[in-house]
């Protein structure tokens, strides 16, 4: 089913393209990218379902969720989960709340109160329905409390300012900070640093990486905020994909590697720029 | 969405369009369960006296009245809503926007210590950096301006790219388990 998926939109894609008209020329560079892409995604997708081992490098700040989750449990204080301060079509809220429904798991296991303020709606009907989900998997449904998901503002300072006396007053032993974050970053982990909570944070936004990267004990960079599901579920299909991506990395290291000799040694330059221009 | 983007058809993009628009309408929908959830946790944080219950009372005064303003008088110049917005809310967000230099200063301080190599190197960039952007920098050493320059557009470019495309990989790449249902813990089933 999946390859089939897969080879039904690569061939949709090619089809498109080869008729003339119908596809913007000046994007051919980054369709030719998506097919390949997503071939090999879905290649190693089929090695690991076939049961080949896969290895993945250790990523501190995911061990460290089950660990802050224990030292909250010992200390009788909640966890305090943020899914960022993007809405529901953003792919780091996504990646935010497949997080969430895993540490709801963890949470639920040992009976450790949850919080999980939420900036927009659509991400805290989300919430809600993971947050439910994963108790029950656990067999602790009675355990869901509805202001464990609290719609708390609509704008991100009075977010930020809610979820910092969040912190002071309900004084959570462990603060995960998985998704969007924008001038909130700094105020959220720095205000968080000085209850003295454990705090793992997780973003794609390079500038808000050093915020977190100072105030924070753990701290997922980029893809690895993506990456967490797959490695925190521990699925093969799940990980034979990040195998796949990695492969393609590897791939756009050597077309830049290249890209680079080209350009500076004046081998067809603008042919390369080109090559790698997005329109 | 993917084939409108690639795809030349006016209906393509008409469809993408569109679909654009049925989500802002079912956001602002998605508006009142919000509305509905921070009254129904407060009130009842209200009703049985909990800790901090005065602060619920509070914030659905503030919920309720200017929402009822907004609704009733509408947001335009001169209205209850604007003075409300521009000489209460405005100022409360700048506040919380000026902590940040504070908060800037606090984390530098824990983040700059000399402890390992790489902080150490973190340390001397981020003191070039900082005297190359002000005047003073200027006079200590005349060419600060021009070394904090080549910092931000060179190694500091570069490594964001670096995080970008890497984070943009994995996007595609979590983008690609969703829409093949390999990826369902966001809908709650691990």
């Known amino acids: ?279 | 969405m993917i084939v409108a983007f690639f795809g030349t058809g006016d209906m393509l993009a008409d469809f993408s369009n569109e679909a654009l628009r049925y989500m802002s309408i079912v956001a602002g929908f998605a508006l009142l369960l919000g509305v509905i959830s921070i009254t129904r946790v407060s009130a009842g944080v209200v009703r049985k006296r909990e800790k901090d219950w005065p602060h619920k009372i509070v914030l659905l005064l503030c919920l309720f009245t200017m929402a009822g303003f907004g609704i009733f008088q509408g947001i335009t110049s001169g209205t209850v809503f604007e003075w409300l917005f521009e000489n209460i809310q405005k100022p409360m967000m700048a506040t919380m926007f000026s902590v940040l230099a504070f908060f800037i200063a606090s984390a530098a301080y824990r983040a700059f210590r000399a402890r390992t190599v790489e902080a150490t190197i973190l340390l001397i960039t981020a003191v070039v950096v900082m005297l190359g952007r002000v005047p003073m920098g200027q006079y200590v050493y005349e060419h600060f301006p021009a070394v904090a320059n080549w910092i931000m557009m060179f190694p500091s470019v570069a490594v964001q790219r670096g995080i970008i495309i890497g984070a943009a990989l994995g996007a595609a790449s979590m983008s690609l388990r969703i829409i093949l249902g390999i990826e369902r813990t966001y809908m709650g089933r691990g």
């Open chain 1, 1 to 279: 089913m999946l390859s089939m998926l897969a080879w039904a939109d690569s061939v949709g894609l090619v089809i498109t393209a080869a008729i003339p008209g119908l596809i913007r020329t000046d994007r051919l560079n980054a369709l030719i990218f998506l097919i390949v892409f997503s071939l090999i995604v879905v290649y190693f997708i089929r090695r690991a379902v076939r049961g080949k081992k896969l290895y993945v490098r250790p990523l501190a700040g995911l061990q460290a969720v089950e660990e802050a989750v224990g030292r909250a449990t010992e200390m009788g204080k909640p966890v305090l989960f943020v899914p960022g301060t993007g809405d529901i079509d953003e792919i780091q809220t996504i990646a935010g709340l497949s997080i969430l429904g895993l540490v709801a798991r963890v949470t639920a296991r040992y009976e450790t109160p949850l919080l999980v303020p939420v900036l927009y709606p659509m991400p805290m009907a989300a919430a809600q329905e993971i947050v439910r989900e994963s108790y029950i998997d656990e067999g602790k449904a009675d355990r869901v409390r509805p202001e464990t998901v609290q719609y708390v503002a609509g704008e991100s300072f009075s977010f930020s300012a809610r979820v910092g006396g969040m912190m002071l007053r309900e004084k959570p032993a462990a603060h995960i900070f998985m998704g969007t974050f924008h001038a909130e970053s700094l105020l959220l982990s720095e205000i968080g640093q000085s209850t003295g909570a454990i705090q793992i944070a997780g973003t794609a936004e390079p500038e808000q990486l050093p915020f977190f990267i100072a105030a924070c004990d753990y701290t997922l960079i980029g893809e690895e905020l993506y990456a967490a599901s797959a490695y925190l579920s521990k699925e093969p299909k799940m990980l034979g994909s990040l195998k796949g991506q990695d492969l393609a990395k590897m791939i756009i290291i050597f077309c830049l590697f290249l890209g680079i000799l080209a350009v500076t040694f004046g081998v067809y330059p603008e042919f390369v720029t080109d090559l790698f221009t997005a329109n």
